[in-house]
């Protein structure tokens, strides 16, 4: 059974940065994709980013493009995904994502993310 633990959340001001840590484990198949979502109170959840198994390629929601990077670490089976110049607006909870086999949904718990003007 997959397992997905997020880390790295935290309260920062506006324009500052934090790296969100997704830890997953107990993958059998080798196509899977990685992704990020956010939820505010209020809103619906949404797509922010993801990586993909077979070839690397990545999405970007266009709100994020520019100051959000998502990448991996193979060897410490982990994704992560660098925010930049960060704005009110991104304050949520970040969910990690892995979607196996283009079929099967996981999900860690969340890691909060509060950006202060």
């Known amino acids: 059974e997959v397992q997905l633990v997020e880390s790295g959340g935290g309260l920062v001001q506006a324009g500052g940065s934090l790296r969100l840590s997704c830890a997953a484990s107990g993958f059998t198949s080798d196509d899977y994709a990685i992704g990020w979502f956010r939820q505010a109170p209020g809103k619906e959840r949404e797509g922010v980013s993801c990586i993909s198994s077979r070839d690397g390629s990545t999405y970007y929601a266009d709100s994020v493009k520019g100051r959000f990077t998502i990448s991996s670490d193979n060897a410490k089976n982990t994704v992560y995904l660098q925010m930049n110049s960060l704005k009110p607006e991104d304050t949520a909870v970040y969910y990690c994502?892995?979607?196996?086999?283009?079929?099967?949904?996981?999900w860690g718990q969340g890691t909060q993310v509060t950006v202060s003007s």
């Open positions: 994502n892995a979607r196996v086999n283009l079929a099967t949904d996981y």
